[in-house]
């Protein structure tokens, strides 16, 4: 799960109540499907810094909420909003999700990028632009042994 940590970041993520947060604004259809269809609670996530001086892995979270219709689209002082989305017919979804650990040091994307264990991985596919990306289970075991974890 990408964000740019100018935005969020996961000491932001370590000081909300129960380090856990719903993440919002996705604007994505294809995102917005797997947090409405695919992705449940007790999944795991890495957390994921994108556009930044060192884009990389930082740490762990588990999803403590399935997809439900992201409420930050029905408020027109929200940066989300979108006047298409209603209570009745909601546009985006959003999961809450709960720190489970940060890493010591970032997995960065040029050392994810060198390791041929990860070279399908899908967020290192060209043109990839999604802000959520799945992770086989051998990949999630290579980035946490990158991680030193």
């Known amino acids: 799960m990408k964000c740019e940590p100018k935005a969020y970041n996961i000491d932001d993520l370590s000081r909300a109540p129960d380090k856990t947060t719903h993440w919002e604004g996705v604007r994505n259809y294809q995102v917005r499907n797997m947090l409405r269809d ?4 007790g999944d795991r996530a890495f957390f994921y810094y994108s556009n930044a001086k060192e884009p990389g892995v930082v740490g762990i979270m588990k999803i403590v909420k399935s997809g439900y219709p992201d409420f930050c689209a029905w ?3 929200n940066r989300y909003y979108d006047p298409d989305s209603t209570p009745e017919n909601p546009r985006w979804y959003m999961v809450d999700v709960q720190l ?3 890493f010591d040091t970032i997995v960065l ?4 990028r060198a390791n041929p264990l990860l070279q399908n991985m899908w967020i290192l596919r060209k043109g ?4 959520i990306t799945p992770v086989t289970e051998t990949e999630w ?3 946490l042994y990158m991680a030193g974890t």
């Open 100 to 102: 489970v650990k940060k």
């Open 141 to 143: 075991k290579e980035i």
């Open 109 to 112: 994307l040029s050392a994810l």
């Open 128 to 131: 990839n632009r999604l802000s």
């Open 75 to 77: 408020d027109p002082e």
């Open 38 to 41: 695919e992705i449940k609670e």
